[in-house]
């Protein structure tokens, strides 16, 4: 038997959530009929040197798909975000009485590990088997699968209740705990920004947010923000994303997500109008 397989990105680039389809060619001088399944390894490489062979499915390094005998399913990982397009995946299309042409479109898990383009890879490995038990198979080792990352904010507003004009460092008082929950899903390290409105408002009325002092000016506020419920070192939040401390570094994870808090203080400066006073924090995932 001979075997070929061919990836649909040009650049053998995947993107986690991306659709994708493998081409495969499998020869049988006995004719492609004879072929009595056809399995699929994409698999990660740490090292990159295509050595390594596929071991148990899981979400972050490994997913299995399957043809037996008129059609694909999905092996494993299970109970996870790899897939399957089950309507588009098919074969075998009649090339020769001996070749078979199958299509397996396939999409990777939201944790899949992302790989660089100089050291770690992705590899697919195809495997064939006839009903006479002979196998052949291939692997195509150059693949790269690129960054992927989500944010759940799961304090959608907050407040700092009533605070006097002039005070400093105002905690969050609703929610009660203090501070913002977010989950963050990321198939590598990564970190969380924060940014504000440059102004917040109350009906007509407006109030500039300082972008270089904790310590606001006449008619402005400031915000700070930390992972830790810690005032003293918390950074200030400005108009441009900047990361938020405690969460320069955070690890890969897995789909069910990775929970972080973010405390928020507010500052006010003298001459504002009592009023009650709206604006947007804003925050995202980063690659690193």
């Not at 997913?63 to 790899?82: E, K, L, N, Q």
């Not at 089950?86 to 090339?95: F, I, K, L, M, Y």
């Not at 490995?125 to 904010?153: P, R, T």
């Not at 320069?248 to 972080?260: F, I, K, M, P, Y």
Request: proline fraction near 4%; hydrophobic fraction near 35%; glycine fraction near 8%.
């Amino acid at each position: 038997m001979l075997l070929e397989d061919e990836l649909t990105d040009a650049n053998n680039q995947m993107t986690p959530q991306t659709e994708y389809t493998i081409k495969i060619e499998a020869l049988d001088n006995n004719g492609y009929s004879d072929i009595e399944n056809i399995t699929v390894y994409i698999y990660y490489d740490a090292d990159g040197s295509g050595d390594d062979e596929p071991s148990s499915d899981n979400p972050q390094t490994q997913a299995t798909y399957r043809w037996t005998g008129s059609v694909w399913t999905f092996v494993g990982p299970i109970w996870s975000t790899w897939g399957i397009d089950a309507s588009e995946s098919r074969g075998p299309v009649d090339t020769t009485y001996t070749t078979g042409t199958w299509y397996l479109h396939f999409i990777p898990g939201k944790v899949a590990t992302e790989s660089d383009s100089t050291v770690a890879k992705w590899i697919i490995k195809v495997v064939v088997v006839d009903n006479s038990s002979a196998s052949d198979s291939l692997k195509d080792i150059d693949n790269e699968m690129l960054w992927y990352g989500e944010i759940s904010i799961l304090d959608t507003s907050f407040s700092f209740g009533a605070v006097a004009l002039g005070s400093s460092d105002n905690p969050i008082t609703e929610p009660v705990d203090g501070k913002i929950d977010v989950v963050t899903v990321c198939n590598v390290e990564h970190k969380i920004q924060a940014k504000t409105d440059a102004q917040w408002s109350s009906g007509g009325y407006t109030v500039n947010v300082s972008t270089t002092s904790e310590n606001p000016g006449p008619g402005e506020i400031a915000l700070e923000n930390n992972a830790k419920n810690n005032e003293n070192t918390a950074s200030l939040v400005t108009t441009a994303f900047t990361t938020v401390k405690g969460l320069e570094s955070l690890s890969a994870t897995d789909e069910s997500g990775l929970a972080s808090g973010i405390y928020v203080w507010l500052s006010v400066g003298t001459e504002l109008p009592a009023k009650t006073y709206q604006g947007t924090y804003y925050v995202t995932i980063m690659n690193l």
